[in-house]
């Protein structure tokens, strides 16, 4: 599994819920439209499907993958909790 950081900009609310309820479905919410998500190859390519059938034209949704040693390096300031490694996997 990797740590991969997916953030979006999305202007309509309904499409914008969408993505986020999709996203609480695989990872973490860290802001209002950024989440972690620990996925495997597998599980990354159909949330990306997923994600590009809900959104428009103008939407935008980042994917950002994190190596482990970059994971494990992450810092933050304020709330907040480091990403974890799920020790378990959904099948």
């Known amino acids: 599994m990797k740590l991969w950081i997916v953030a979006y900009?999305?202007?309509?609310?309904?499409?914008?819920?969408?993505?986020?309820?999709?996203?609480k479905n695989h990872g973490q919410r860290i802001q209002y439209s950024?989440?972690?998500?620990?996925?495997?190859p597998t599980q990354i390519k159909?949330?990306?499907?997923?994600?590009k059938d809900v959104i428009g034209p103008d939407?935008?949704?980042?994917?950002?993958p994190l190596c482990s040693w970059c994971a494990t390096?992450?810092?933050w300031q304020g709330?907040?909790?480091?990403?974890?490694?799920?020790k378990y996997s959904l099948v």
Do not use: H, M
């Open 34 to 40: 950024v989440f972690e998500c620990w996925l495997t």
């Open 73 to 75: 390096k992450t810092t």
């Open 9 to 23: 900009d999305i202007s309509d609310t309904k499409i914008r819920n969408r993505v986020a309820s999709i996203l």
């Open 46 to 51: 159909s949330l990306r499907a997923q994600i």
């Open 79 to 86: 709330r907040g909790n480091s990403p974890e490694d799920p």
């Open 59 to 64: 939407d935008q949704v980042r994917w950002y």
